[in-house]
């Protein structure tokens, strides 16, 4: 499994995905920190934060992480190499946990130059230092989860078609219906009675749960829960080749 692992990272950073998505995450969230006017722009809201980095970020993920994972299985179906990927010596699940983490790799690689805001605005506040830190990991840790979900959530997408495109777009309404269309169905007079049930199963309720800085065991085993959940789907579609 390290092996393939290994070949899915260097199959990201050898293309040009890997370095555009990582380089369109921090110029979209740095441009709209420091640049553009309005409310998440840091040197004009004169408080030393960075929340809207949190306020942003799964937005923007909302495109990017279907954009790295739309090739994960739809490419080898269409170069007609996944078949061949299925006799090596390794279980289905060990080969989709290899592109799962390579996926959530690179989400991290894209996270880390981030933490330059942090230490800059560190910096500003008045005294320096004066930051709310544990909010901050907090928040940096539901990116994490949130970003893995979307990640499993974008494969298995991605085992439905040999189409990229389709993958694509697939991954997108997916991701966005588990991080605010629940949320926008409990609003609805119909739901009334399984609001509750319907915002539990938001990703965005647990997401700003996390981001408070407290780490709470029910959002950390809902986030677990949800990547498995994707991950045994996406066993469950190849496997049906079999059938």
């Known amino acids: 499994m390290y092996a393939l692992l ?3 990272i260097r199959s990201f950073l050898s293309s040009l995905i890997g370095y555009v998505v990582i380089t369109v995450f921090l110029l979209i969230t740095s441009l709209l920190l420091w640049i553009v006017p309005g409310g998440s722009n840091i040197l ?3 408080y030393a934060n ?5 306020v942003m970020a799964p937005w923007v993920f909302l495109f990017l992480i279907p954009a790295i994972t739309m090739r994960s299985f739809a490419e080898e179906r269409k170069a007609g190499t996944i078949e ?3 006799t090596r010596p390794l279980a289905d699940m060990q080969i989709i946990f290899a592109k799962f983490l390579a996926g959530f790799i690179l989400v991290m690689f894209s996270l880390l130059p981030t933490l330059v805001f942090y230490y800059t605005v560190s910096k500003l506040g008045n005294p320096p230092g004066n930051l709310d830190t544990g909010g901050m990991w907090g928040s940096y840790i539901g990116l994490l989860f949130l970003g893995g979900a979307f ?3 974008g494969i298995f997408a991605s085992s439905l078609t040999d189409n990229q495109i389709i993958s694509f777009v697939l991954a997108v309404v997916f991701c966005v219906f588990c991080f605010i269309g629940l949320d926008m169905a409990s609003s609805i007079e119909f739901f009334s009675k399984a609001d509750s049930f319907l915002l539990s199963l938001s990703i965005n309720t647990h997401y700003i749960s996390l981001s408070r800085g407290v780490i709470d065991t029910r959002d950390v085993l809902y ?3 949800l990547i498995a959940v994707f991950l045994l789907a996406t066993r469950t579609t190849l496997e049906s080749r079999k059938w």
């Open 6 to 8: 290994k070949k899915e």
């Open 44 to 46: 004009e809201n004169g």
């Open 50 to 54: 960075i929340d809207p980095l949190f």
């Open 84 to 86: 061949l990927l299925f």
């Open 151 to 153: 990640v499993a959530i």
């Open 223 to 225: 986030f677990v829960s």
